[in-house]
């Protein structure tokens, strides 16, 4: 009996959970919307609203960011709680629903260890189900929270060779990113995918080909552009130049990731360098989805990192804060006709959900759920 009881009583909170954590999700999201054929989902880790206006101020530049014409916020907090990290950000950027802090791609009521699980289907999941190409490009570790919140479900974003286990089992196009310590060519290959290592391998690419690289961190964090490693304008540029032969279109994820690692170390010259280099990415994107008229650009952040604030007295600004705050991060949209509002303010599950349906999928759809996968 008391199992019983116990068994009822877990099931009961799992639904209660599962409920929750997808409450809310029509609000300030226009269902008058014309459909995409593409979407380029551009996430800056840690990028919040004084992190582009810094970015602007002591680069003196001007962002591609600005030439787009819808501009909004993004509210960052996670399940329950007002903050997230990468993680609980990145999965409801992916898969349309809240979770805790820490945890990737799955429903709250995982951590209680339900038998016969169902998992969240994220963005790429989706696309790859209806026939589109998918893929993910980051500045991190390929197993990184953001990345995985987009290709592999976790109970924690520390397992790393679960979530890498997952990623090489996917049916993704391409994973891009730096070293993870699980990763090998062996594998790659035996998975099904080409390895790369360098720029002049990932340029090589050939239409039709699935490809897991994997690149120097120092490199790719630092932008010195000395060694054979792509930036994230050329990772950009090459993985839309590889997913757009697909005539069912292609759903792309590419976050600037050490935006973020330099914030937290209060590095702001580190952190906006890595800004510029990331709105050089989005430059691209907004240039091909100009060309391609079927293309949405869609630019925000999972959290806001350092709490940046400006003395307009010293005319500086600074970081008051070395982890993720509750600030509200930029959202930013290259058409007026995807159903986002200018000057509106949004969660961030939100997001994933309205481009799920620019992409032509109803709530039956997105957010759902598939088989256990952990």
């Known amino acids: 009996m008391k199992t019983f009881i116990k068994k009822a009583f877990t099931a009961s909170l799992a639904l209660f959970l599962s409920l929750y954590c997808l409450i809310g999700l029509g609000n300030n999201i226009s269902n008058n919307h014309r459909e995409y054929k593409n979407v380029i989902l551009m996430i800056g880790d840690g990028m919040g609203v004084n992190t582009v206006a810094a970015t602007k101020a002591t680069k003196n530049v001007s962002l591609n960011l600005d030439k787009m014409p819808v501009y909004g916020r993004s509210d960052t907090r996670s399940f329950i709680l007002d903050s997230t990290d990468s993680a609980a950000g990145g999965s409801a950027l992916a898969c349309g629903i809240r979770i805790w802090s820490g945890s990737v791609a799955i429903f ?3 951590i209680f260890n339900i038998t016969g699980q169902k998992v969240p289907v994220s963005l790429t999941e989706l696309a790859k189900a209806n026939g589109k190409s998918a893929g993910v490009v980051t500045t991190d570790k390929t197993s990184g929270a953001t990345p995985s919140a987009f290709s592999a479900h976790a109970l924690s974003r520390k397992f790393e060779k679960t979530i890498s286990s997952q990623q090489l089992k996917s049916n993704l196009d391409l994973i891009w990113g730096c070293e993870s310590d699980s990763i090998t060519k062996e594998k790659c290959e035996k998975n099904g995918f080409s390895f790369v290592q360098t720029a002049t391998q990932m340029e090589a690419l050939e239409s039709g080909s699935r ?3 994997q690149f120097d961190f120092d490199e790719m964090k630092y932008c010195t552009g000395e060694k054979d490693t792509p930036s994230i304008e050329q990772m950009t540029k090459k993985a839309i130049d ?3 032969d697909n005539e069912n279109g292609f759903f792309l994820m590419v976050e600037g990731a050490c935006i973020d690692k330099f914030s937290h170390d209060n590095e702001l010259d580190n952190a906006t360098m890595n800004v510029v280099e990331f709105d050089k990415a ?5 240039d091909y989805a100009a060309k391609d008229g079927d293309t949405l650009v869609v630019v925000t952040a999972d959290h806001e990192t350092g709490g940046i604030k400006y003395n307009g007295v010293t005319d500086e600004y600074y970081y008051t804060s070395d982890g993720h705050t509750t600030a509200d991060v930029p959202l930013y949209v290259s058409a007026t006709d995807a159903g986002f509002t200018d000057g509106e303010i949004v969660e ?3 997001i994933s ?6 992409m032509g999928y109803g709530k039956d759809q997105f957010p759902a759920v598939k088989g256990y996968t952990m």
């Not at 989005?282 to 907004?286: K, Q, S, T």
């Open 242 to 244: 590889l997913l757009d």
């Open 353 to 358: 959900v309205q481009i799920a349906r620019v």
């Open 348 to 350: 961030n599950r939100q």
């Open 282 to 286: 989005v430059g691209y994107a907004l």
């Open 211 to 213: 490809s897991f690289a």
């Open 108 to 110: 709250p009521y995982h």
